[in-house]
Every structure is written in C-alpha cells, then in structure tokens.
C-alpha cells in the first residue's frame, strides 16, 4: 500500500479512494491507486470523480444524496461509500433499519476488524448525506463474450423496456392507420351519397384528432428507436475497440491493418440490420396482423387476391435472394482489399513518395477499383430483375385492385359499396411492404451473418484481457534472469531463441549485440510479454513473467523503440501519454534526463507546443529524445531501448548515449544496439547468434574472449583496438 506522501494524495482524499477500490474489489473489480488522477481543484475526490474512475475501469458507479431513512433501507446492498465533512470516507456494510443502525467498516484499516455500528445522530455529524454506489457492470462480465448472433441479441434485449415502448406505440399507430380508411368510407357511404353536412363535420373532428394523435404517436416512437439506435450503438463501438486493444500485439503484425478496421467496421452492418431492418419489418408485421382483418371485413374476395399478389413479390425477392447474397460476399470482398490499399498506402505515404512509387500503387487501386465495380454492377443488375419482375404485381395492388373492385361494385357480387372500396384501396397498399420486407430480411440474414463473421474473425481472437486484469503486482527491482528459454514465431520454422540462458541483478545496464536476425528484438519482446508461448523461464525478480499482471509488468517497464509514435497533441500530452497522476514535475524531471529539455525550451510553446501527427515538426533525434522522456516519466525500474539510436545522427547519437548512464541511474537497462561504441559503459553485454547465447561479459573481458564480439567490434572500428582508451565519445561515429 501506497504511503500518503508516494501517492500525493492527502489522507482524508485516500481514505475516500480506499472506500472506492474497498467497494469494487467486493465486486471482483481490482483498481491501482495509482490510476487514480484527483481532479486539480479537489482537495478530496468528489462522489462525481470517483464514480468516473471506477466507470473507467469496468464498475457501474453513482454518486447520490440520501437522507437516513432511504440509506437504512439500502440493508440489503453491497458495500456503499459514504462520504464525510472532514474530506474522507466510510464503507457501509450493513444496515438494520429495525435497530436503527448501520456498520462502518473503515476503508484504510485492515478487512479483517470488525465493522462498528453507528446511530443516526452520530452519522449525521460525519456524514455530508453524499454516498457512492458501486457495482459490478455487466459489461466487464461480457467484456470476453464471443461477438456472434447470440451476443448481438443480448445486446438489442437488454433494451428491453424501450422495445416494449416501441412496440406498444407501433401497435397503437397501426390501430390508428385503420380509422381514416374508415373514415374515407364513411364519407363517401354517408356524407357523398346522403350529403349529410353534420356527418362530414364530425368526421372531419374525428380526423383531426386522429391525425394529431398519429403525429404524436409517429414522434414518440421515432424518438425511441433513435434513443434504442444509440444505445445500441454506443455499447457495440465500446465493446468492440475494447476488444480490439486487448488483442495481442502479434495479431496486428500478423494481420493487414487495412483489412483488421474493415473487419471490424462490419459490426455496424450488423447493428444497422438490427436497429434497422429488422425493427422495420418486425414493426410492419404487427401493422399486417392488424389490417389484414380488416381487409377480409370489407372484402374477402380482394383481401385474397392482395395477400396473393404481395405473396408473389415476397417469393420472387427470395428466389433472387441466395445469388445475390454470393454477389454480395463478393461486393465486400473486394471492397476490403480496396480499403487495405488504401491504408497502406496512407502508412507508407513517406517510402510511396520516397521511392516514387504512386504509378505502382495507384494501378493496384485501380485494379481493385475494377474487381469492386464488377461485382458492384453485376450484383446490381441482379437486383434490377426482383424489382423489375414485381413492378406488375406492385402496379396491381395499387391501381389493379380498383378496376377488380370496381366490377365487384358492378357485378354486385360482394357487399363492397364504393366508400369500402376507397378504404381498401388505402389499406390494401400496405400488405406488399411487409411481405417484401420480410423476404428481404432473409436475404440480408445472410449478408449479416456473412458480415458478423467478418467481425469476429477479428473480434473472437485470444485477448490479453485476462493477463491485463489478473496476476500479482509484485514491487519491481529488475533482476532478469532467462533460463533455457525457447521461442519460435508462429509460422516460422526456425526458432527465433534457442536456449537462451542469463541472469543480470537489479540496476544493471546490459547491452545485448548480435548480427541482425540474431534474437535481439526477440529477448526485448518476451520481456514485455508482446509475444507469448516461449518454454523455459523468464523471471523478473525470481518471480515468473507469466504470473505478472500485464498491465503492471507493462507500466514498470520503460520501451524506445527505433521509431517511435508521438500522437497528435502538445510535448507535455506526449511525454504524459494520457497516463493519470503525472505532474509538470514528473513531466520536467523526465525531459531533462532524456536530454530533451534544451531543445523543449527553445520551441515557441515550450511544453505546450503542438506536435502533428507524425511529428512532422520535430527533427529524429528530438523525437527519439522525446520519446525516451514519455519512457522514463513514470519512473520504471526496467527499461528498454531497442535500437533506439541507431537511426540518429552521430551528434544526436553521442548526447542520448552520454545520457544513457545517468537515466540508468536506478533502473535496469536493456539496451539492443548494432553500434558498439554505444554500449561499451554497459556493465554486462549479451552476445547472440542465431538465437543463441554466445557470450556475456563486460567490453573489455568480451574483446579478449569472445570472437564474434571481437569481430562485431573490428567491423566497426577496423583500426586496432586500444581497450583502455575506449571512451565512448571518441568512438561515436568512428567508423
Ligand atoms: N513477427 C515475426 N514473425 C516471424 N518471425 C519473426 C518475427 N520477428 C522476427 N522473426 C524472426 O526471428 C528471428 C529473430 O528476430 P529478431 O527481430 O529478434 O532479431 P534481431 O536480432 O533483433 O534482428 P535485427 O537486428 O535485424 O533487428 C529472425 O530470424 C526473424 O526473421
């Protein structure tokens, strides 16, 4: 546990963050007080705050004011924060409204003392009637659920009480939508042939109201499937990038980028299916249910020939409905390959440029262009035939029906005068929509299951999620130690390490060298746990990296790679990197022992100077500095630079390097580098070949025993070495 001064927050403010990660672990909800960011102009986190935090880390949290009778009701709830005057906290475990008390536990003793029971008049004088409710949200609970149709119903039910509501007012509409048929037929039966004035004047009444009910019906109902819509939406772009941030990093670099976002992107398809046509149609259904009897009611020989004809329309759609599924596949087929040129070329738009390569790039786009339009056209004209063979049929129900009804009317074959005819005409309209409709929801049930597919080909991958929120949090030294450690990519057939075996202590600065291929990369991604599925052991302090939280082992742990991402924002967000409960201080102090700070001065905003995306304003070695910052600003006891010089200038090169050993002041030091001069100060340097261990020692010992370190060396410094006069300084650039 964090003291009061480690963590800057005074003790009251602590007592009450206690109180939150009290109530959510009772959920199974682990939370790091060092998540947590107290707002600047809060001497103690209000309800509002902390409610934020545990939302932002999977619980459902609600500030809320209660008086004591309402919060002696609550007996039966789990823990309950109740925020006091003097700025800290209490847990509420238990409540007895018979007695009149309720338990206090105290959030920053020890679980296992007894919680104390309290009185209304002795709460009242601790208690600002303030309380934080906190549970587990579902979400977190489906946070690994497999998207697949099941979950997507889940989804839409979960609504369920706006569902009623629309379907409630879908109802009444459709009732609704039977009266001015009604109406017309009692204007042209009573008013035209009777011309009876006070018949029309109350049926004009009685339209008026039903028109003004139908308007507010009509905007009640759009208004909630906007909001059901929404939520719908909301949850699923949550779920889904979520999901898509815990996939492991080696998924990524399996997969094409372009190709990964429009697999995703195919969810929404299936959202617009459910909140759209599907809505729709089942809506239309109910509207069909209601009609229908009426048709039969004013003419059972019209009411058969319509269901009849609007059959026909619904067979036709569905004889069409598995070709153009096919064609549709296709359709976006090729119009995800079209969406991967894109985005690569967008990526590498600095190599297209460089190497002139837009003729190349932009045939590749046309010939995808081409694939794209032939499946568009061809599934189009498909989809000409279905429309164009039920235009008849469409006509028919229109304009057909009258002339049927007419010389029914004539012939005096059924009951229908004109005005049930009028009616049925403006009924009868509205059974092809929803026959039609429901063909061509089978038809889009393939094409959304096709889509959902897409999704989770992406989606259904192994997450980290479990890794990042379970294992143990041990206090990090950096000992490292690798024991017979084997590793081979997947789908590679050579391995990538090979019985690797070392141990460096706490605080050592070790270079690792090796030609290239020869597991360099390899050593620093086990450590950070990017890749997966080595055998033998990794340790970081004895203790195995497989049992270490990764969010924990990943936040200790400092990473500069060769080319490093600065986001769009200002050098303070970059160096901050969004991370919660960093200072100016933390932010300066790091910056200055990157070396980054005299040229962070020097720019026109200082600190809050915009960087584009892609640092576009920043030379290579102010990027590299940078980002060495943004490793070192939470103080990480491991830290790992990956060839993070070698694309610098020498005089770049040589500051960040005589930076180097006062950043490893206090930290373990993994440095990967090709250029030896930069690692001579090492304290211990790894050497590999082929994934194997050949050597570790100090420069000097390395020089004298190790022929391929010697080698690596000569290459670099042909002239004969002088060991004792190997100054760093001298050496930068010396080849
Ligand atoms: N993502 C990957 N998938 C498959 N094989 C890989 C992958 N990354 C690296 N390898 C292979 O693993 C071996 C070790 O690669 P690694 O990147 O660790 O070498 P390195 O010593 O860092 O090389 P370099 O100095 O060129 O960066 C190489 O043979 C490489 O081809």
Redesign the pocket.
Known sequence: MESTQDSGHSAPALARVFAAMNAARYHGIDLDLRDFASEPDEDAPSPATLARWLTEHGAVARGMRLAWPQLVRLHDTPPIVLMFHDGAAALMVRADPARGVVWLRDPMAAESGPPVPVDETHLSQLWTGDVLLVKRARDVAEADAPVNAGWMVRMVLRERGLLRDILLASVILSVLAIFPALLVMQVIDRVVNYASMATLFSISAIMVILSAYEMLLSYARRELTLVLTTRIDTRISLHAFNRLLSLPL?FF??EQGGQVIGRVMAIFKVRDFLTGRLLATFLDLFTLLVILPVLFWLSATLAWITLAAATLIGLIVLVFMAPMTRLYGRVIGAEMARNSVMHESVAGIRTVKALALERSRRAEWDDRTSQVVRWRLAAGRLANWPATLSAPLDQFLNRGIMLVGAWLILTGHSGLAAGGLMGFMMLGGRVAAPLAGMARLLESLNEVASSLSEAALVLNQPTESRALTAGIRPRIKGALSFHAVDFT????T?R??DGVSFAVGAGTMLGVV??????????T?LLQRV?SGYTGQVRLDGVDLREINLTHLRRSCGVVLQDNFLFRGTVRDNITAGRPGLTMDDVMRAARLAGADEFIDRMPGGYETWIEEGSTNLSGGQRQRLAIARALVADPKLMIL??ATSALDPESEALVTANLRRIAQGRTMVI?S?RLSSLVHCDQILV?DR?AVVDIGPHAALLERCTLYRTLWLQQHPQPPAVSRAAPAARVGGR
Request: glycine share 18%.
């Open positions: 080696d670099e399996r990519y997947p789908g590679a050579a990538a390490l090796g030609r290239s291929g020869s597991g360099k990369s390899t050593i991604r890749s990956d060839e990967v090709h590999l994934g």
